[in-house]
DNA sequence: ACCACAACCTGGCCGC
DNA sequence: TGCGGCCAGGTTGTGG
């Protein structure tokens, strides 16, 4: 489920259950989830530990313990959280926590691509990501500057979380829309104007998102198992050969850099 | 330094 | 029903 809304309506959702609750016991099933440590020295680091607060960085999620370490954890494709009063048998449960209010939080994911890092200094793992899209101090100068470093598709650059920290496939593609850029463009070809379109239109476009608590596609839910509802908004993600809802063009599909991307030919430049 | 591409995994869908 | 091929909201490592 993760691009930047969905990870923090995830955040949002966990917040009320998880702050101040102890981790009384760890399983790990899927070792190589665990991306810091081996399974056993992760689940005694954690365990008996206090959950401080429940934050977002990018697409990641941030668990602050009271033992001084940052528990950090990365959705990837499929990743998701939820509780449970036992541990599910469930398929594609990779590691549960138990509580001490008795609940189970279960990590559920298919393509077991999301990780977990246990770190006392998170900028470890979260040093490289670019300025976050909706914080005010974000300014399109240097949104500017940031392109101007790059000749690769303008596409690929919004997928570059070192230049923005936050946006995947989906985003990228709908702000290129908003903003009327063609997604191929080098990224250093932008004007100052189309730099400062495309960030109003990721801004609009994530707080937009954020108040449909995400895009659900496929079957991913937030924990508390209601869908975002945004998905219906999207103009041209997934939408191949359906009417541009501006001019009525077939929307086109085509890969950059080995992403799907969707686009208008007639109002994109 | 830059960029394309494979790898990491599983499952859904489509055509034959 | 089965099988091959392609697709999927992400990131990292490799190699040209």
Redesign the pocket.
């Known amino acids: 489920?993760?691009?930047l809304p969905?990870v923090e309506t995830f955040a949002r959702e966990l917040r009320p259950d998880l702050v101040g609750q102890r981790i009384t016991a760890v399983e790990v099933r899927w070792p190589?989830i665990v991306a810091t440590h081996p399974p056993d020295a992760f689940a005694a680091l954690l365990q008996e530990t206090r959950i401080l607060d429940v934050g977002r960085r990018?697409?990641y999620l941030l668990f602050p313990l009271n033992s001084g370490e940052t528990l950090i954890v990365?959705l990837?494709?499929t990743g998701r959280f939820f509780l449970a009063p036992t541990p599910q048998r469930e398929?594609?449960v990779h590691l549960l926590m138990l509580l001490d209010n008795e609940r189970w939080l279960h990590y559920q994911d298919?393509?077991?691509?999301g990780r977990f890092y246990l770190e006392e200094d998170p900028q470890q793992v979260l040093g490289k990501l670019g300025p976050e899209p909706l914080d005010p101090s974000w300014s399109s100068a240097a949104f500017w500057q940031a392109l101007q470093?790059?000749?690769?598709p303008v596409k690929?650059a919004l997928?570059d979380?070192r230049i923005v920290a936050g946006l995947?496939?989906?985003y990228a593609d709908e702000a290129l829309f908003a903003a009327s850029i063609d997604p191929r463009r080098p990224a250093n070809s932008l004007t100052r104007g189309d730099v400062s379109r495309l960030q109003a239109a990721i801004r609009n476009l994530l707080a937009a998102a954020l108040r449909a608590r995400?895009?659900?596609?496929?079957d991913?839910v937030p924990p508390n198992g209601v869908p975002?509802t945004f998905r219906a908004q999207h103009q041209v993600y997934?939408r191949t050969d359906e009417p541009c809802p501006h001019c009525g063009t077939p929307i086109r599909r085509l890969r950059i850099?080995?992403?799907?991307t969707h686009f208008c030919p007639h109002c994109q430049h």
């Open positions: 489920m993760p691009e969905e190589a990018g697409k990365h990837r494709m398929k594609h298919v393509r077991k691509f470093k790059h000749r690769l690929s997928l979380q995947g496939n989906i995400g895009s659900s596609v496929s991913y975002g997934r850099g080995g992403r799907s």
